[in-house]
């Protein structure tokens, strides 16, 4: 086979396709923007302290499980590591002066919260039940071939998250709890579909894993793989337009007016971003519009700290808090107040450490906070933004210190990123977290196909099918499914 495919942008879902495809005997040529491949796969050091930027944690890695598949056919093993979180308590919720732990396991989920909520046993017991049912009737994250191209049963789609979680639980507390991780897909009440929340929380129940070393080594391995198939990988190369004749696209061109001819081409960008470059009647208006009318999640202000030498013990959970008790409402903050919620979380450096180096400390932010600098370059922000990431860091500082009391006297540095970087680094609309947001009350209009009106045009990444290394990578799986049938990479993965 000789056919050429270039692929835009090199975030997980364009590296997965580049693998599958060059794997497959395609002729690839990936194109990165930035100077490190990885989309929110980018990790930075600073004073010897490495610090992950939109890839923290990661689950279903045991034997046998879900991710662990894709990894082994994705040659990510034996050199991505990662090490178990607690699992009995590898997420903690922190609402109302409280801690609440998630367990591995249905049983021990469902009993760790028993305890506290007796009345509510078999409540829990149904919702493990129904989040199950859902996550496991996905054919791509069961690894059975799904014979037509469905892949999610539309009444999921149609349903809230919410909605679901007070249809089967009774105290309020506990139905807070319960959605208590949603910063995992920036969950919006009576918004976010169920299937999003049945899929993240039923991939991290089975197991839930740091990745050793920081989560750039995905990425990394991804490039090796893709260069040992014949690929070609490039950083610094920003396509700016992608050229079509009458009936489908001929090429790309790069910001230094290089053109590279392709027979296919596959966008990793955001899907508004992927229409600017395009100007062909193939595309109607009203689908231009209805892709960039679409909302994107919200952002987030990120705390990088880097802790003095063996000073602070190492957590092996992720602690979200709440200061207020209704959790859905945390991206609804008012600025004067803010933060009122943030997820804090220790980076693995070493297998078995005792001490953390470093931690992140997240917070939603949106990005009007930041639309007046908009259009400033990385580094070149001006004084004023540079006191605004300084008072925030310090809220947040002050925030996470009274939650954590003895922190803040441990930190030796700190670094702070805004919605400005992600949309820097990512090129995500206003520097959403996940993209596009799905939205259950109007199923069709949030969902972007990997298909174009552009015959040999597709699309790829969190923008597309669903968000987070699961939702990544098995959209890729579908958009590769476009050059070699689902069924076959299916097989593949399961012979490998
Ligand atoms: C703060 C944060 C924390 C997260 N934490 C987790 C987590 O703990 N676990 C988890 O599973 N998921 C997490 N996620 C989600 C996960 O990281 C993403 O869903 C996933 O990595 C997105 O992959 P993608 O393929 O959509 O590409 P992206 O990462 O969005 O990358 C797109 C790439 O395209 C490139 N590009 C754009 N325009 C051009 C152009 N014109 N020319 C060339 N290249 C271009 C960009 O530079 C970028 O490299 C997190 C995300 C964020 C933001």
Not at 297 to 326: C, E, G
Request: aromatic share 10%; charged share 20%.
């Amino acid at each position: 086979m000789d056919k050429r495919v270039i692929i835009i942008g090199s975030g997980l879902g364009g590296l997965t396709c580049a693998y599958i495809l060059s794997r497959n005997g395609y002729r690839v040529t990936l194109l990165e923007q930035n100077a490190q491949f990885g989309g929110c796969l980018q990790n930075f050091t600073r004073r010897g302290a490495k610090f992950e930027t939109g890839m923290h944690y990661i689950g279903s890695m045991g034997e046998g499980e879900i991710l662990h598949a894709f990894f082994r056919y994705l040659s990510l093993l034996p050199e991505t590591r990662v090490s178990p979180l607690d699992r009995s308590a590898y997420d903690i919720i922190s609402i109302a002066g409280e801690q609440f732990p998630f367990a591995n396991g249905d049983e021990p989920f469902v009993e760790s919260l028993a305890r506290r909520f007796p009345g509510e046993r078999r409540h829990l017991q149904e919702y493990i039940r129904v989040i199950n049912e859902i996550a496991t009737g996905s054919p791509l994250h069961s690894l059975r071939e799904p014979g037509e191209m469905t892949f999610l049963d539309p009444a999921h789609a149609r349903q809230s998250a919410s909605e679901f979680i007070d249809s089967v639980i009774t105290d309020n507390l506990l139905r807070q709890v319960l959605a208590g991780n949603l910063p995992l897909y920036a969950g919006v009440r009576g918004r976010t579909p169920l299937y999003i929340h049945a899929f993240v929380n039923h991939f991290y129940n089975a197991g839930a894993y740091r990745v050793i070393g920081g989560s750039d080594v995905i990425s990394r391995s991804l490039v090796a793989s893709i260069q040992r198939h014949g690929g070609e990988t490039r950083t610094g190369a920003r396509v700016v337009k992608i050229s079509c004749d009458h009936d489908k696209a001929t090429g790309v061109t790069l910001d230094n007016g290089e053109e590279i001819s392709s027979d296919y081409i596959i966008s990793n960008a955001h899907p508004a971003r992927t229409l600017e470059w395009l100007d062909t009647p193939l595309i109607r208006r009203s689908y231009r519009e209805r892709v960039s009318g679409l909302r994107n999640s919200i952002s987030n202000f990120t705390l990088y700290l880097h802790f003095k030498k063996d000073a602070v013990p190492y957590l092996n959970s992720n602690l979200y808090h709440y200061d207020n008790p209704d959790v859905w409402e945390a991206g609804n903050y008012d600025p004067n107040a803010w933060p009122v919620s943030f997820l804090y979380m220790h980076l693995c450096s070493a297998e078995g450490q005792q001490y953390a180096d470093a931690a992140i400390v997240m917070a939603y932010m949106r990005f009007e906070e930041v639309e007046r600098w908009k259009g400033t370059r990385v580094g070149q922000r001006g004084e004023e933004y540079k006191a605004f990431k300084q008072e925030r860091s310090e809220r947040l500082l002050n925030a996470l210190e009274r939650q954590v009391p003895g922190t803040r006297a441990n930190v030796a540095h700190h670094y702070a990123s805004t919605p400005l970087t992600y949309l820097d680094y990512t090129g995500t609309e206003e520097g959403s977290m996940y993209g596009i947001l799905r939205d259950c009350t109007e199923p069709s209009q949030g969902v972007v196909s990997q298909r174009t009106r552009v015959p040999n045009l597709f699309q790829v990444g969190q923008n597309i099918n669903s968000h987070g290394i699961l939702g990544v990578i098995t959209g890729a799986i579908i958009t590769s499914g476009e050059f070699i049938n689902v069924n076959e990479i299916i097989r593949q993965i399961k012979k490998t």
